[in-house]
């Protein structure tokens, strides 16, 4: 069982910068994907970017690559997104997912979420 707690969220202006936290707790491994997710308004939810834990490779989506960097600290308790050149449409509530011993990056099927947190861009 894990725990995910995320932070850092609020209102910035186009062009600024943020950077989501999201602290895990419980039962960690380090073999596993963590991922950030995010969900506008009318929307579905869309995959943002992942790390393995274990190597810290990285993947991002298409709309955020460039732009956002995620990473985590060495004892892979702590997830971050950090945000720049924020745009009107990164307006979401923003999620961090733990993945199982079979959960793909990009995939749906993350077992544990953290509550969400949101994050504005104004133009």
């Known amino acids: 069982m894990v725990q995910l707690v995320e932070s850092g969220g609020g209102s910035v202006q186009a062009g600024g910068s943020l950077r989501l936290s999201c602290t895990a707790s419980?039962?960690?491994?380090?073999?596993?994907?963590m991922g950030w997710f995010r969900q506008a308004p009318g929307k579905g939810r869309e995959w943002v970017a992942c790390?393995?834990?274990?190597?810290?490779?990285?993947s991002y989506a298409d709309s955020v690559k460039g732009r956002f960097t995620i990473s985590q600290d060495n004892a892979w308790n702590t997830l971050y997104l950090q945000m720049t050149s924020l745009k009107p449409e990164d307006t979401a509530m923003y999620y961090c997912?733990?993945?199982?011993?079979?959960?793909?990056?990009?995939?749906?099927?993350?077992?544990?979420w953290g509550q969400g947190i949101q994050v504005t861009v104004s133009s």
């Open positions: 997912a733990a993945g199982g011993p079979t959960t793909s990056c990009a995939g749906s099927d993350y077992p544990y």
């Open positions: 419980g039962t960690t491994y380090s073999n596993r994907f």
């Open positions: 790390i393995y834990t274990r190597y810290g490779s990285t």
